[in-house]
């Protein structure tokens, strides 16, 4: 097996599965054979005679990963399922604490405008019958994820955009509010008078929360919530909403939600893309350090200079995130307790 491992700011050339990796594999086996509750069976999807994985959870239940440091996100979806709750519903309500906080300029209220001073956000929700509802360029409402699900749930279709959004969002009684704070209006005029847009790496444009939760029924869902890149074109819209890129759940095999430069993760059809790895036997971390890989790798990738992060959880509840620079850093709650990971990554600030 041939493959390429970014440690730190090391590129290393492995030729073979490494000793780290086949260890992991054996330990996981073993413990899948060895416990009860954790035993790996192998059944077919009923319609199409493919193989899947049934293999029950080996890490407890339940538990909630997020991009960033959110420990009070992660918190409120915990407390739904603590209380038996289902993962949608964790995930809608933790993403709505951080579009509610003013403090977090990319998401919600207070997140930074588009050049023309416009606060637009993308928002989108995946269950685990793999139902999706997403929300592009909505303006005046918070709650973008709320909007998102109800499309997944109320209507037909699967994305609303613009004013057609906005105006499906007063119908199911969300209300109108003015989304650009002083503070982020105190930061665009400031940004105006140079009028530069370069895509910053590091973390203060970057807070996009994407979370992906796994219920006591060990069922997976996932959402993810944004203001999108300050400053961006008017009208410009991110991998945040985009199913497949921004986010991607497949109840049988695991979840991905991505953060960072929307565009490079759009072009790579990024969480699709961790999902199907881990389809493929990787685990989380590794299908996370793939998917990056698929992006510093491209011609002429300009990696250097911009910012992706994934985080990635399996049926089994193993966990793992990788980003192209340092800094980038997943919530988890689990076992009652919140804690904050720092990813592995390429390239060390
Ligand atoms: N992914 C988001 C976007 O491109 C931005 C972010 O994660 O901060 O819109």
Redesign the pocket.
Known sequence: MYSFRFRGNKKENLIFMNRRKFLKNATLSTAGLAVGSTLVNCAENSKTGTPISTTKSVAPLPLVIA?WNVPNATLEAYKILEKGGNALDAVEAGCKVEEADVANQ?VGKGGLPDREGNVTL?ACIMDKNGNCGSVVYLQNITHAVTVARNVMENTPHVMLAGKGAEQYAYEIGLKKENLLTEASKKAWEKWKIESKYKPIINIE????I?MLAIDKNGDISGACT????AY?MAG?????PIIGA?LFIDNEIGASV??????E?VKTVGSFLVVELMRQGKSPQDACEEAIKRIVEKPNSDYKNF???YIAVNKQGETGSYAVHQWFSMTKFQDGKNENIQSEFVIKA
């Open positions: 991009t990319s993308d444009n970057h807070d996009t994407g944004t203001s999108g890149l961006k410009r819209v991110g991998d945040s921004g991505a953060t960072g430069l929307g565009e993760v910012q992706v992060g």
